[in-house]
Each structure stands twice: as C-alpha cells, then as structure tokens.
DNA sequence: ATGGCGAATGCAATTCGA
C-alpha cells in the first residue's frame, strides 16, 4: 500500500498538478494540507473520477486538510475536539488542520502542523500548545483503539541539521529551533519512526523550498513533510521517496510528495 | 539583513505562508 503526504497550497489551483500526478502515481492513500477551500466548493469530483473516496476538512482561504482513499476509510475524524473534549481542544479546530482516518487497521493521521511565523511569537506560541493538544489527542487514540499509527503530513519542523540546506545559525530560526524539535520528539518517543530514514540517511533531502529568490533552482531546500510510522508498519516498509517532479513543473506548490510504500 | 514569490480575498492592497 502507498500512502502520500503533499502540501499542495490550494486544492483548486493545483488541481491539475494533482490529477496528472495520481495518473502518474498509483498512490492508494494521498494526505493533503493547505487546501484552502471550505467543504462546500471542494473539486471532489475529479478525485472520484479517478476512484477515490475523498474526506475534507476545510474552511475560507486557510489552511484545511483531506484524505483521498481508493479503498473506503472508515473512522474518520476532524478536529482534535470529537476525541480530547473541549475543555484541551479549546479552539484549536477554529483552523482546520487535522483530519484522520482507518484503512487496513492503520489509523492515518493527517496534519497540518501551524507555521509558527517567527520564534516567540504568538504563532510560534500556538504551534508549541498545539503539539500538546496533538500529543493528548494522540494518547487518546492510543487508549480507544488499537490500529497501527501512519502520521503523516507538512510538519513545518526539519528535526535534523541535515534535513536543511545551509543549518548554519538555524537553532533560532522557525522550522529548527530547540522548542519545535523537542515538541515533535515529544510525539514521537511513543513509538514512531521516520519512514523517510529507514532508507536514506545522508543530508540534501528536501520536500520543501521557498517560492522566493529562486529557493528551488538553488536547491535551497528543507525537509518538512514527514511519515512516521509504528513500529510493525515501519518494519514492513519497503520504501520511501521523496518525489520532486511536481516542483519542476509551471506553477508548482511549494511543497512535493513524499510517498511510503508499506 | 532584508526581501523575494504565490494564493486568497475581492477588485487594490493586505494577510499569510515558512
């Protein structure tokens, strides 16, 4: 089974890029972020043209997160509300980020992890209590259900110096900072693993590059969009790539597919 | 260091992303 995460930065602008990829692609299960779109004017159609179940979670301009299944899901979840309550949930599904969903008797999480604007800032505030809203979400789950865990999605986080092109004075920047990272491993110490490294280990490996001063031409990259893995998954993996066609291509997302073969 | 680019909103210029 192949299960995908792609930052696609607006469903409806990149809908084309998208069809032509899945025609290229046979991805079983396609996590989408920053659809941007509310539900009600969702392109599902062409996505069930192609034989995909399609699940959303979207509001106006920001944001919004969706599942593309060619098998049905069943499970689906929004919102961190439904399953941590609302007293820890606050109102953190006011920005639609988190979408989930069973197939296989593999829970798929799809995140949208927030940006964090700048270090100590109010987004970097919000996307450190956010990480504590996903870890509780995340236990609870754990405690309900017994399903093997696919956590994917755009992390905004580079957990390693070397998943960035130039780490150099990085420690205070957005995206690499001690705080984010310690966030993420907090999640991760559960059992997870980064399917990505199961089989690639050196640096230079990016799923991200900025649109502006040329960031893709000069490979000036990082990489963000992760799949992590429960142990059993992450030993019956076979590979994982990061695909960097679609950045080529006229009017690309920012971000390109990182595809796991399990 | 700063600003760059692209998308949405809504129709010009601002906000946001990372």
């Given at each position: 089974m192949?299960i995908?995460?792609?930052?696609?930065?607006?469903?409806?602008?990149?809908?084309?890029?998208?069809?032509?990829?899945?025609?290229?692609?046979?991805?079983?299960?396609?996590?989408?972020?920053?659809?941007?779109?509310?539900?009600?004017?969702?392109?599902?159609?062409?996505?069930?043209?192609?034989?995909?179940?399609?699940?959303?979670?979207?509001?106006?301009?920001?944001?919004?997160?969706?599942?593309?299944?060619?098998?049905?899901?069943?499970?689906?979840?929004?919102?961190?509300?439904?399953?941590?309550?609302?007293?820890?949930?606050?109102?953190?599904?006011?920005?639609?980020?988190?979408?989930?969903?069973?197939?296989?008797?593999?829970?798929?999480?799809?995140?949208?992890?927030?940006?964090?604007?700048?270090?100590?800032?109010?987004?970097?505030?919000?996307?450190?209590?956010?990480?504590?809203?996903?870890?509780?979400?995340?236990?609870?789950?754990?405690?309900?259900?017994?399903?093997?865990?696919c956590?994917?999605?755009?992390?905004?986080?580079?957990?390693?110096?070397?998943?960035?092109?130039?780490?150099?004075?990085?420690?205070?920047?957005?995206?690499?900072?001690?705080?984010?990272?310690?966030?993420?491993?907090?999640?991760?110490?559960?059992?997870?693993k980064?399917a990505f490294?199961k089989f690639?280990?050196?640096?230079?490996?990016?799923?991200?590059?900025?649109?502006?001063?040329?960031?893709?031409?000069?490979?000036?990259?990082?990489?963000?969009?992760?799949l992590?893995l429960?142990n059993k998954l992450y030993e019956k993996t076979v590979s994982c790539?990061?695909?960097?066609?679609?950045?080529?291509?006229?009017?690309?997302?920012?971000?390109?597919?990182?595809?796991v073969e399990i």
């Amino acid at each position: 089974m192949k299960i995908a995460t792609w930052n696609v930065n607006s469903i409806r602008t990149r809908q084309p890029h998208i069809i032509n990829w899945l025609n290229n692609n046979f991805i079983d299960v396609l996590c989408l972020q920053e659809t941007k779109v509310i539900d009600k004017d969702f392109p599902r159609e062409p996505f069930e043209n192609l034989g995909y179940h399609t699940y959303i979670y979207g509001q106006k301009a920001y944001n919004g997160v969706a599942i593309f299944s060619r098998k049905p899901m069943t499970n689906i979840i929004t919102g961190f509300t439904s399953v941590v309550g609302e007293e820890i949930a606050e109102n953190f599904d006011e920005q639609k980020r988190v979408i989930s969903g069973v197939i296989d008797d593999i829970r798929v999480i799809n995140l949208y992890v927030p940006n964090g604007a700048s270090i100590g800032s109010d987004k970097y505030e919000y996307k450190l209590q956010w990480f504590k809203v996903l870890k509780n979400y995340i236990d609870v789950l754990r405690q309900q259900e017994s399903y093997e865990l696919c956590i994917c999605g755009d992390f905004n986080i580079a957990l390693e110096d070397k998943d960035i092109y130039n780490s150099k004075g990085k420690e205070n920047h957005i995206m690499s900072s001690a705080l984010e990272r310690e966030a993420l491993h907090n999640i991760l110490e559960i059992g997870l693993k980064d399917a990505f490294r199961k089989f690639t280990t050196e640096g230079g490996h990016f799923s991200w590059w900025d649109y502006r001063s040329g960031g893709f031409q000069r490979n000036r990259g990082w990489r963000i969009d992760h799949l992590y893995l429960t142990n059993k998954l992450y030993e019956k993996t076979v590979s994982c790539i990061i695909d960097i066609e679609p950045r080529k291509q006229e009017r690309p997302s920012d971000h390109t597919p990182v595809i796991v073969e399990i």
